[in-house]
């Protein structure tokens, strides 16, 4: 089975440009969650979906910062102005909550914002 | 109070010894736990889950759980040095999973 499928793996962008980042979750899996890594702030849930609707986005750091799931197969977070300080790892995670189901993790997309 | 405690290490232990990862957790109504593996640029991975209190073993890993004292742990019997990575746990609150910051091990040969 693919696991969950993060695109891109890498990006480089100047200040002030827009960011997209994609998800693709693991098919039949109902929950999607969004996480940024840094080394000051370790793993941060940003937001995350319960059948394509969000649930919390307590996480999302400011009104920069916006993610939408039109589908149960894809999801985007967009950062529109990037700043530096956006600069880190990106992981989008799934999991089925039928119950006691585990997280999977996508192999992040690393940002840096020069 | 943190959620979820974690001692961010490192934890150094030398090649074949057992190494102890501790998790305390602040919520009470956690059912599940789970323990993930993160090496230095990958994502993390899943290693262990327990649900009921007392011991569970797969391979080197045992998990340990203690609801009423809030209290999860790892052991990892004859570490390896391609154990070291950062160990997070993740209390499961039922509609997301709450991580921890995780402790470094560090298995020197």
């Known amino acids: 089975d693919a696991g969950v499928i993060q695109s891109p793996r890498h990006e480089v962008t100047e200040m002030g440009q827009e960011v997209t980042l994609r998800c693709k979750p693991i098919?039949?899996?109902?929950?999607l969650f969004w996480y940024r890594q840094t080394m000051m702030r370790g793993l941060e849930l940003l937001i995350y979906?319960?059948?394509?609707?969000?649930?919390?986005d307590s996480g999302m750091p400011e009104d920069r910062f916006s993610a939408k799931m039109p589908n149960a197969s894809f999801s985007t977070l967009k950062i529109q102005p990037s700043e530096p300080r956006d600069s880190a790892v990106y992981f989008c995670?799934?999991?089925?909550?039928?119950?006691?189901?585990?997280?999977?993790f996508g192999d992040g997309t690393r940002l840096s914002i020069l | 109070q943190k959620e979820v405690e974690q001692n961010s290490g490192p934890l150094s232990v030398p090649e074949g010894a057992i190494a102890s990862l501790n998790c305390t957790y602040s919520?009470?109504?956690?059912?599940?736990f789970f323990w993930y593996r993160q090496y230095s640029g990958k994502s993390p991975e899943l290693i262990m889950s327990?649900?009921?209190?007392g011991d569970k073993e797969d391979g080197r890993f045992t998990a340990q759980l203690n609801k009423a004292s809030q209290y999860v742990s790892l052991l990892i019997r004859d570490s390896q040095p391609s154990d070291s990575a950062t160990y997070l746990c993740?209390?499961?609150?039922?509609?997301?999973?709450?991580f921890g910051t995780g402790t470094r091990l560090q298995v020197f040969p």
């Open positions: 995670a799934s999991r089925w909550t039928g119950g006691n189901q585990p997280q999977h």
């Open positions: 098919s039949g899996h109902n929950s």
């Open positions: 979906f319960n059948n394509n609707v969000p649930i919390d």
């Open positions: 919520d009470r109504v956690s059912q599940s």
């Open positions: 327990i649900y009921s209190n």
């Open positions: 993740a209390p499961d609150l039922t509609d997301k999973l709450i």
